[in-house]
């Protein structure tokens, strides 16, 4: 009697021991790893106010530009995006985890706050503000991009 319940202390601490090893080296993954070894392609976009023409516009615009773009992160801070209307490199920077900070310092700079990111899917959100083509924007508009 005293053997099987040895058995069964020795199984249920190896399946805790394992199960929280596992959820370590899941949370383990930074954010920075989570970019650079993946190809992200962009899926679509989410818009935060519906009734804002002018978002709805700048959103419209920014999914034509995005639409068969692909983005391959380096470690060395450079990117290199690839789409139908678009081929460029750059440089990308990441602020605390949460903030994509690309071409920084340039007439280009974006930053894109990270709302979520994992080994399948990035969610980034994108404050647009100002005037488009003289109607008025403000709003924020979230990228999809899987990976691929």
Known sequence: MKNRAYIFLVMLLTGIIGFYSCEKDEEGTSISDLLIGTTWVYDTLEVSDLTNSGLLIAAGFTHL????????????????????????????????????????????????????????????????????????????????????
């Open 65 to 148: 530009a995005y639409e068969s773009s692909e983005y391959d992160f380096l470690d060395n801070g450079t990117y290199t995006l690839t789409s139908d209307l678009i081929n460029e490199d750059g440089t990308w920077e990441l602020v605390e985890s949460k903030l994509l900070i690309m071409d920084k310092g340039t007439e280009d700079e974006m930053q894109l706050e990270i709302n979520e990111i994992d080994i399948q899917r990035a969610r980034l959100k994108l404050h647009v503000e100002g005037d488009f083509f003289g109607t008025p924007v403000s709003g924020d508009v979230f990228l999809i991009f899987k990976a691929k």
